[in-house]
């Protein structure tokens, strides 16, 4: 059996909301989209967040780094469609039990926050979930840290970057699989591709059945799998 390539919504669904928003995720989930990716920082009082970038300047009305506030600070902060940034908390309220797939990306290329990794593992384990959580990290010592916290979950490396003999790198460091902004043919292991938005790499990645694609606009993606893979 040809195996069929899973949607992702890129920070939910950039399309139609503002990304990592608690509305777009509600949307998706609503719109039982495959699977979500999100990414996950720390605030200054150790409150898990989901935002893309390290600072909250470009996606709110706020500026500075999200580690310089305390979670109430930060709430004061908008996001366009007047949404609070999400917390982690609520974001898993809203996927409990839901039938989508999740990749929590731990954003710590640029910063290390200090227990990110046990603090978020703790509370994805306390949470009903109907599959298993996908992690990601660019910074492989956070998936490091990760495996020795919790050695049964699945972590993939996040890379722009060409990664040379991918199986044994994969082997070697204990991934399930690679995230890259690239299609690297002939190697045998696991591939998802970011960040996909245009209709002719979309068809030649569905075509490749790449494991996923990460997409800003996942109903024209679903709509372009069904046409290709049924």
């Known amino acids: 059996m040809t195996k069929t390539t899973m949607v992702f919504g890129h920070r939910g669904y950039p399309a139609k909301f503002p990304e990592n928003s ?11 989209i495959e ?6 920082h720390l605030t200054k009082d150790n409150v898990p967040v989901i935002m893309h970038d390290e600072k909250i300047n ?9 580690r310089d506030y305390t979670l109430a600070e930060l ?12 917390t982690l ?4 309220r809203v996927v409990a039990n839901q039938d989508v797939h999740l990749n929590l990306e731990f954003k710590t290329d640029k910063i290390q926050y200090p227990n990110i990794e046990k603090i978020v593992l703790g509370m994805v ?6 599959h ?18 919790a050695p049964d979950e699945i972590y993939c490396w996040l890379t722009d970057k060409r990664v040379r003999n991918a199986a044994s790198f994969v082997k070697k460091e204990g991934l399930a699989g690679l995230h890259l902004s690239h299609y690297q043919d002939n190697i045998p292991v696991v591939e998802r591709i970011w960040t996909v938005d245009s209709v002719k790499q979309a068809t030649k990645l569905f075509n490749d059945h ?15 799998k069904q046409q290709l893979q049924g």
């Open 125 to 130: 384990h306390a949470t009903p979930l109907v």
């Open 22 to 32: 608690l509305a777009g995720f509600t949307y998706a989930v609503q719109h039982h």
């Open 75 to 86: 709430q004061r902060f908008k996001l366009a469609n007047g949404d609070s940034l999400p």
């Open 58 to 66: 470009r996606t709110t009305d706020g500026k500075g780094y999200i």
């Open 210 to 224: 790449v494991a996923g694609i990460f997409t800003d606009d996942f109903e024209t993606m679903m709509a372009l």
């Open 132 to 149: 298993p959580v996908i992690y990601s990290s660019f910074h492989l010592p956070t998936l490091k840290t990760c495996q020795t916290l």
């Open 89 to 92: 908390a609520a974001f898993l």
């Open 35 to 40: 699977g979500l990716e999100f990414d996950v």
